[in-house]
């Protein structure tokens, strides 16, 4: 088992930045391909940004290429997600999720295959 916490949430203006931080305890020895997905009011849970075990391999929804950025810190257990640039768009709960994977080079990028899921924190952008 792996639990994930989410932490780095809040309001910030449109055009501000926030950093998301996911901390995974429990069964990290294994090797964990890590996602970001967001879900706003009233609407399904996409997939933001996904990262390889290894970080080298990253995917991107094409509505945060170039202003959000993926990474990962394994000696921390640790993934991040620098948002820049936010929109009011942007708003809503962003959750973690970590599924085990043999290769170390690959991305996962679908929601069902994602086998632990953190309890999500809330980011609000205002105009």
Known sequence: ???????????????????????????????YAMGWFRQAPGKERDIVAAISWSGGSTYYTDSVKG???????????????QMNSLKPEDTAVYYCAATAIAHTTVVVTTHDAYDYWGQGTQVTVSF
């Open 67 to 81: 202003r959000f950025t993926i990474s990962r810190d394994n000696a921390k257990n640790t993934v991040y997600l």
């Open 1 to 31: 088992q792996v639990q994930l916490v989410e932490s780095g949430g809040g309001l910030v203006q449109a055009g501000g930045s926030l950093r998301l931080s996911c901390a995974a305890s429990g069964r990290t020895s294994s090797t």
